[in-house]
């Protein structure tokens, strides 16, 4: 069974520092894997993906994760934070691509000014 | 494209009450999926769809029916609510390769 772990509910950051937002996944099989955003009162949307093509994957609003086989993890980072990137941040594994998602519980994060 | 949207955005019901919460999606996909989101538990899967006709359950089914009686359309029923099942409900839905998009929620409250 798959699982994902979230490290940190609640993430703190200044603005303009580094975020890392952790996230580690158990899987039998190689993975695709996703990064979340929820904004206030607002349904997820697609930050970025993992489909086995490059391990270092660029997203939206300057994020990034990189896949790590050997760690089994997916880690979320931006070099520096915005006030706008407070939201509650997912990550989720698929065994199949589009199928069966298991979500991590979430982290929020709040950029301090 | 409205993408995934959801009906009712709230609603407070009396325990053993019913109800239905409806999806719609306008992007063709074959897949559809129920979620419930918890604090602190991230979202569960309740009840999910591989196309027109086919339900399946997910993780945390109990309580719940869904029905797909239309492709774009994914209906998730309470036949008798109870205050366990106060959550924000959402809706999402995928193609049969590709990431899940998701509706902007429904808050249910059950007293």
Known sequence: AQSVTQLGSHVSVSEGALVLLRCNYSSSVPPYLFWYVQYPNQGLQLLLKYTSAATLVKGINGFEAEFKKSETSFHLTKPSAHMSDAAEYFCAVAPNYGQNFVFGPGTRLSVLP | ?111
């Open chain 2, 1 to 111: 494209n409205a993408g995934v949207t959801q009906t009712p955005k709230f609603r407070v019901l009396k325990t053993g009450q019913s109800m239905t919460l409806l999806c719609a999606q306008d992007m063709n996909h074959e897949y559809m999926y129920w979620y419930r989101q918890d604090p602190g538990m991230g979202l569960r899967l309740i009840h999910y769809s591989v196309g027109e006709g086919t339900t399946a359950k997910g993780e945390v089914p109990d309580g719940y029916n869904v029905s797909r009686l239309k492709k774009q359309n994914f209906l998730l029923g309470l036949e008798s609510a109870a205050p366990s099942q106060t959550s924000v409900y959402f809706c999402a839905s995928s193609p049969l390769v590709g990431e899940q998009f998701f509706g902007p929620g429904t808050r249910l409250t059950v007293l």
